[in-house]
T-cell receptor, first 112, second 114 residues
Framework: LAKTTQPISMDSYEGQEVNITCSHNNIATNDYITWYQQFPSQGPRFIIQGYKTKVTNEVASLFIPADRKSSTLSLPRVSLSDTAVYYCLVGPANQAGTALIFGKGTTLSVSS | GAVVSQHPSRVICKSGTSVKIECRSLDFQATTMFWYRQFPKQSLMLMATSNEGSKATYEQGVEKDKFLINHASLTLSTLTVTSAHPEDSSFYIC??????????FGPGTRLTVT
């Protein structure tokens, strides 16, 4: 599985757009990029998944450049409730029997 | 999305005793279930992978005789921490998937060993 590198922490204020970048230089051709969110004392929650270019859902956008060696999770207009740890994962999408492997994640702190 | 539950959500036990944690997929049949452990301010660490009806596969460094995993049905997996010690205190998270579908996570179980 491709190794990922993310900032350890980020700070933001309510209403701002937050962009968290993840580096994955060794991404394989059949790998997808998936982001999870985790609140304290809760299990991780799926945010978004993409393979290339841009993916958008009701929660976030995921930008993936052509070389796919990095990706950026964009959270528009964050609120206090977006304070959480965000994990970038890279691997084959939904491969039967294969577990997700988590890296260190980025702790996002949103202040008022 | 699919729902995975865990029971109990919190448990406190005395050193030397055993404790069982249940993981259930509520609205789908999980062919594979996974157990993770998470220490404070650290990431999730995969402990083991279990397929229904077969023995679990443990990650390197995880004692299979200490962390007993049973996946007896397509909707239930259990993790038993045997002879628990304070260093086993952690947040245990299970997840489940059906075939090549997305992996769904439970809410976690906080284990405290006194």
């Amino acid at each position: 599985l491709a190794k990922t590198t993310q900032p350890i922490s980020m700070d933001s204020y309510e209403g701002q757009e937050v962009n968290i970048t993840c580096s994955h230089n060794n991404i394989a051709t059949n790998d997808y990029i998936t982001w999870y969110q985790q609140f304290p004392s809760q299990g991780p929650r799926f945010i978004i998944q993409g393979y290339k270019t841009k993916v958008t859902n009701e929660v976030a956008s995921l930008f993936i450049p052509a070389d796919r060696k990095s990706s950026t999770l964009s959270l528009p207009r964050v609120s206090l409730s977006d304070t959480a740890v965000y994990y970038c994962l890279v691997g084959p999408a939904n491969q039967a029997g294969t577990a997700l492997i988590f890296g260190k994640g980025t702790t996002l702190s949103v202040s008022s | 999305g699919a729902v995975v539950s865990q029971h109990p959500s919190r448990v406190i036990c005395k050193s030397g005793t055993s404790v069982k944690i249940e993981c259930r997929s509520l609205d789908f049949q999980a062919t594979t279930m996974f157990w993770y452990r998470q220490f404070p301010k650290q990431s999730l660490m995969l402990m083991a992978t279990s397929n229904e009806g077969s023995k679990a596969t443990y990650e390197q460094g995880v004692e299979k005789d200490k962390f007993l995993i049973n996946h007896a049905s397509l909707t239930l997996s259990t993790l038993t921490v045997t002879s628990a010690h304070p260093e086993d205190s952690s947040f245990y998270i299970c997840s489940a998937k059906r075939g090549g579908d997305e992996q769904y996570f439970g809410p976690g179980t906080r284990l405290t060993v006194t």
